[in-house]
């Protein structure tokens, strides 16, 4: 008895209604170029389809004027003389599910411009038309993210130890993205110490993480981001060179080498100038007492002279 049809139906309706409740304004993600399914489902009595029209449309108000049906079905037919240009061809209602009260929507070919709220629209003539039911779908595009930039190492000049920061930034994504960064000597993954997530106006994000590492002789680190929707993970490395290991040693060792240079210039310009000044000293020197020799020479003669001259 429990298990009667009756029951059975019973129970399937409403745990049926619970989950159509659940996901009223459901949001779909699609890729580009894919085929979507936005869903509109009411079963809660069994209609004719005769007596229906179904209008799937663009929610958002300000758009009824560029695109005022997307599908629409009227008196069991589809009837999309009023269907605006940009979804002709390109929508379908499943058939072998309407007299289930499955009034979803296949849109084909999915393109950025289809990133909009829908809405089913569901009415039944009587003696005049009574909507019975209404159904919201956001559909968003997927966007694969751009390929992740790497920056780094940064030796943290205010930490103790060796500790190095690097940057990972990645950007027009959507949905939002998983951040790995990866040690990719032994492909343990590292946690990062701050990631932001950035939301823009067309919808996508940005996504900037910093990783602090203890800086090792031989750094392989791997920044990963995901886009989880899409599964695709797009990723960055940065290899440590043998020689040099960051920046700040790089600049400290050449401001060394520079330094001992001029050093080293400084002892031998000074030792050239002592040099010369050294010859310079002695050829005067020399130069002084032939001039003392030579007065000598002559001084005589002059005493001579003075001796000679009349007195
Ligand atoms: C979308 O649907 C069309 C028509 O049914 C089919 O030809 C096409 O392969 C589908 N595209 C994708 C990406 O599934
Ligand atoms: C579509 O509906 C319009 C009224 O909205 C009607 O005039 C037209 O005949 C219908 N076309 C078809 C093919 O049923
Ligand atoms: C899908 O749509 C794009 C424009 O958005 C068009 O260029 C392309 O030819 C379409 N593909 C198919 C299979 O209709
Ligand atoms: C991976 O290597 C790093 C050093 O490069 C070490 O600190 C870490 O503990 C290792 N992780 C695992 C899971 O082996
Ligand atoms: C992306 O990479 C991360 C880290 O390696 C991994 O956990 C995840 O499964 C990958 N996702 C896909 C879709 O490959
Ligand atoms: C990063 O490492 C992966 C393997 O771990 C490799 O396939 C990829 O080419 C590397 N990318 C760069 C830019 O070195």
Not at 170 to 192: A, E, Q, R, T
């Amino acid at each position: 008895l429990l298990f009667s049809p009756h029951n059975l139906h019973f129970f399937l309706s409403l745990s049926f209604n619970i989950v159509v409740i659940a996901l009223e304004k459901k949001n779909i993600v699609s890729k580009l170029g894919d085929n979507v399914t936005l869903s509109c489902i009411y079963n809660e009595k069994t209609l004719q389809l005769k007596r229906l029209r179904v209008y799937w449309q663009i929610a958002d108000d300000s758009y009824q004027e560029k695109c005022s049906v997307v599908h629409a079905l009227i008196s069991g037919q589809d009837n999309n003389s009023n269907q605006c240009i940009h979804f002709k061809d390109r929508t379908r209602l499943f058939w072998d599910r309407l007299g289930d009260g499955d009034f979803s929507l296949l849109l084909l070919n999915v393109s950025q411009s289809d990133g909009h709220t829908y809405k089913c629209v569901v009415q039944e003539k009587t003696d005049r038309p009574i909507v019975i039911h209404e159904e919201e779908v956001v559909l968003s595009l997927a966007a694969s993210y751009s390929q992740p930039i790497l920056s780094g190492p940064i030796r943290n000049s205010d930490s103790t130890g060796e500790e190095v920061t690097f940057n990972c930034r990645s950007g027009n994504g959507y949905p939002k993205p998983n951040v790995y960064w990866i040690n990719k000597v032994n492909n343990s993954h590292l946690s990062p110490s701050k990631t932001e997530i950035i939301s823009h106006d067309d919808g996508t994000f940005s996504v900037f993480s910093t990783l602090k590492v203890k800086a090792t002789s031989n750094m392989q680190i791997e920044c990963s981001i995901e886009n989880e929707m899409l599964q695709e993970n797009l990723s960055a490395n940065y290899t440590q060179q043998k020689k040099i290991s960051d920046s700040g040693t790089e600049s400290d060792e050449n401001l060394g080498k520079k330094g001992r240079g001029a050093q080293a210039a400084g002892i031998i310009s000074i030792v050239f100038l002592i040099g010369v000044l050294t010859a310079l000293i002695c050829w005067l020197w020399r130069r002084r007492s032939s001039r003392l020799v030579a007065y000598r020479d002559v001084q005589p003669r002059d005493d001579q002279g003075g001796l000679n001259s009349p007195a």
